[in-house]
C-alpha cells in the first residue's frame, strides 16, 4: 500500500468519525435552559397571533367575514398578541411562566394559555366596569 493511498484512508476515516460523533457531542435542544425553551415557545405562541391576524385581515379584504365579527375577532387577536409582548418582557427579565426545569413543551404551552387567558379575562372585567 503506498503512502498516498493510506493518507487518503486516514482523511475518509477522520472524515466519518467527525460525522459520526459530531451529533453526539452536541447538548440536545432539549436539554436548554428553562427560561430559553419558555422564550422560545412564547415567540411560537406570538407567530400564530400574527399568522392569525394576517388570515382574519385577509378574510375580511375578500369579504369572508362581516365587519362586526372582524373586529371582534381583531380585537381578541391584537389583545393576545399584546399579552404575549408583555410576557416576553417579563421572560427577559429572568422572570420564568414555569418553575419546573424539565416542564415539556405541553406544560409550558398550558402555561402561556392560561396566563393570557387570564389577562383577557382581567380587560374584559376592566372594560365591563368602565362601561358601567
Known amino acids: 500500500m503506498s503512502l498516498a493511498a493510506l493518507l487518503v484512508g486516514l482523511g475518509l476515516l477522520a472524515v466519518v468519525l467527525w460525522f ?6 452536541q447538548t440536545p435542544r432539549s436539554a436548554a435552559l428553562p ?4 422564550r422560545e415557545r412564547a415567540l411560537a405562541y406570538y407567530e ?4 392569525n391576524i394576517r ?5 375580511h379584504a375578500t ?4 365587519e362586526a365579527s372582524y373586529q371582534q375577532q381583531r380585537e381578541l387577536w391584537a389583545s393576545r398578541g399584546v399579552q404575549i409582548l408583555k410576557m416576553l418582557d417579563t ?15 405541553a ?3 398550558a402555561a402561556i394559555e392560561d396566563a393570557v387567558q387570564q389577562a ?4 374584559t372585567q376592566q372594560q365591563t366596569l368602565s362601561a358601567t
Open 48 to 51: 400564530r397571533v400574527l399568522t
Open 120 to 123: 383577557e379575562t382581567t380587560r
Open 91 to 105: 421572560l427577559d427579565h429572568e422572570q420564568p411562566l414555569v418553575s419546573d426545569r424539565q416542564a415539556d413543551d
Open 35 to 38: 427560561l430559553d425553551r419558555q
Open 55 to 59: 388570515d382574519l385581515d385577509e378574510d
Open 20 to 25: 459520526v460523533l459530531r451529533p453526539l457531542m
Open 107 to 109: 406544560t409550558i404551552d
Open 63 to 66: 369579504g369572508k367575514i362581516d
